[in-house]
């Protein structure tokens, strides 16, 4: 009987780690089936986002697509790369002999987030390319990138924010339409939207003082009533006014929201005199009584309350209550003295507010001494001024620094398309902004001042409520500080 041949063994030539060359795996199949069907998603979800969108919208997704493809490029033209000559672990290892491995090219990674008036680039930072090297060449990008401007600012550990602006958002007028809701926060107050369509808040937790300045009918006004139409549905607000221009509420800019003011007075200088001698008293009572009340000498340290509420005083036309008469007739000296004596008070009121929650918004067309006396004016943390005709003016709202960033001057700002914006100090940051103030129609205004006016409280009372009466006489006074 002839034995059977041994097995013969598969020539390396025809066989592999996969099996038989040539043969396909099971399995390869449901592999680039489940890549197919990831890149299908991919692009329908791409294409669902980029048709929904509006069409500035879907031109910044071009320009984000752009944005990435031309990186690499651009980055090493503008010099935004660094080499590693160091090897990698992997390098290392394949590295024979006296041979050294290529040095590495390192482009920062950057990630893209369109939005209608541009692109926010996200930047991953390297060694030696960081955000002095990219604001150094923020015109470059702003030119390779096709924007009206571009801004490089930090955002967090090895991170960069670049905003790149394809449209220019001062330019486009926008509206707001107030939800009627209690905002979640009252020690940040919306603006709007700065140059770089970004939103734009002012952080008032422990300001006592807002100067807003600016030529008549470019937008102090507006700002105020959009500011009370938003912050209205708050109980933890309680506001009072005093307006210069006119004599009764219903003749003046604030007629749709005397529903929700404890107080109102016209250009009566008497008037006005008391109104601001009441909120010192009420300054004076909040003073001796909120360590017992709120258990804190700040009542930022925990926040406006319905029982303790932020007290906005808005002086619009202010110069009408502060400004100097010169006579000696009798009712000229009565003038001078209430003027005065009118400018002591508030300057109280701003010097010592802060801590108890009284906060002081004062209006005009130019914040020059004898408008709003400096030692008023000087003392506000938060100024704003829309358009103005002289570098005099601006410098008296803004400060003297204005004159070093004539880009934010509100001297450049009279064309009727700069109505609504108002230029201001960055807080926290070094320089100037320009911000879009969102027009607020006056049915709404008027709509959610409807609708809050049960919440009108007058500050008196809710103090009285919560100390006694004895506390607040006239009288305990003299002694308090």
């Known amino acids: 009987m002839n034995a059977s041949p041994p097995p013969t063994a598969p020539h390396p030539a025809t066989s592999g780690v996969l099996g038989p060359i040539g043969s396909v795996p099971s399995w390869l199949p449901y592999v680039v089936g489940a890549a197919?069907?990831?890149?299908?998603a991919y692009l329908?979800?791409?294409?669902?986002?980029?048709?929904?969108?509006d069409t500035e919208t879907r031109r910044s997704i071009r320009q984000a697509a752009r944005i990435r493809r031309t990186w690499p490029r651009l980055a090493r033209n503008l010099g935004l790369v660094t080499t590693d000559r160091t090897p990698t672990f992997l390098q290392s290892l394949a590295t024979t002999g006296d041979k050294k491995p290529e040095p590495r090219t390192l482009t920062p990674k950057l990630h893209t987030k369109p939005d209608p008036y541009g692109v926010t680039v996200t930047v991953k930072t390297v060694p030696k390319i960081g955000l002095e090297e990219f604001q150094k060449r923020a015109d470059h990008l702003a030119d390779a990138w096709e924007c009206t401007r571009v801004s490089v600012n930090p955002d967090g550990p090895g991170k960069l924010r670049i905003r790149a602006v394809r449209r220019e958002p001062l330019f486009e007028?926008?509206?707001?339409?107030?939800?009627?809701?209690?905002?979640?926060?009252?020690?940040?107050?919306?603006?709007?939207?700065?140059e770089y369509a970004l939103a734009s808040v002012l952080r008032m937790s422990n300001v006592p003082g807002v100067c807003v300045a600016g030529l008549p009918g470019y937008g102090k006004?507006?700002?105020?009533?959009?500011?009370?139409?938003?912050?209205?549905?708050?109980?933890?607000?309680?506001?009072?006014v005093a307006d210069g221009k006119v004599s009764e509420a219903h003749e003046g800019d604030y007629a749709d929201v005397v529903n929700r003011l404890f107080a109102f007075v016209g250009d009566d200088l008497e008037a006005a005199?008391?109104?601001?001698?009441?909120?010192?008293?009420?300054?004076?009572?909040?003073?001796?009584?909120?360590?017992?009340?709120l258990g804190t000498a700040n009542m930022w340290?925990?926040?406006?309350?319905?029982?303790?509420?932020?007290?906005?005083?808005?002086?619009?036309?202010?110069h009408t209550y502060f400004r100097e008469y010169k006579g000696t007739d009798p009712a000229t000296k009565r003038l001078a003295g209430l003027a005065q004596e009118n400018a002591r008070l508030v300057e109280d009121l701003v010097k010592k507010g802060r801590s108890v929650g009284i906060v002081v918004v004062l209006a005009t067309q130019k914040a020059t001494g004898d408008a709003i006396p400096t030692?008023?004016?000087?003392?506000?943390?938060?100024?704003?001024?829309?358009?103005?005709?002289?570098?005099?003016?601006?410098?008296?709202?803004?400060?003297?620094?204005?004159?070093?960033?004539?880009?934010?001057?509100?001297?450049?700002?009279?064309d009727p398309g700069f109505v609504g914006v108002a230029s201001m100090v960055r807080q926290g940051q070094e320089g100037y902004t320009r911000i879009r103030i969102p027009y607020v129609e006056p049915e709404h205004v008027a709509r959610v001042a409807e609708a809050s006016a049960h919440l009108t409280a007058?500050?008196?009372?809710?103090?009285?409520?919560?100390?006694?009466?004895n506390l607040t006489k006239d009288t305990d006074l003299d002694t308090v500080a």
Do not use: H
Request: proline content about 8%; charged content about 20%.
């Open 36 to 40: 197919v069907l990831v890149a299908l």
């Open 44 to 53: 329908v979800v791409i294409g669902v986002r980029y048709l929904s969108a």
């Open 458 to 469: 007058d500050p008196f009372e809710l103090l009285t409520l919560q100390t006694g009466p």
């Open 221 to 240: 006004t507006s700002l105020i009533n959009g500011l009370i139409s938003r912050l209205a549905p708050s109980g933890a607000v309680q506001f009072a």
């Open 301 to 318: 340290a925990k926040g406006p309350s319905a029982a303790w509420p932020l007290v906005v005083l808005v002086i619009d036309e202010a």
């Open 273 to 293: 005199n008391k109104l601001f001698d009441r909120l010192v008293k009420l300054r004076r009572r909040r003073s001796s009584s909120i360590r017992r009340v």
């Open 375 to 414: 030692f008023i004016r000087d003392v506000c943390p938060v100024s704003l001024s829309f358009a103005q005709k002289t570098t005099d003016a601006a410098v008296a709202a803004l400060g003297e620094d204005i004159r070093n960033w004539p880009e934010a001057n509100p001297v450049s700002m009279q």
């Open 173 to 194: 007028p926008y509206a707001y339409t107030p939800d009627g809701k209690p905002p979640k926060d009252l020690s940040v107050w919306d603006l709007g939207i700065d």
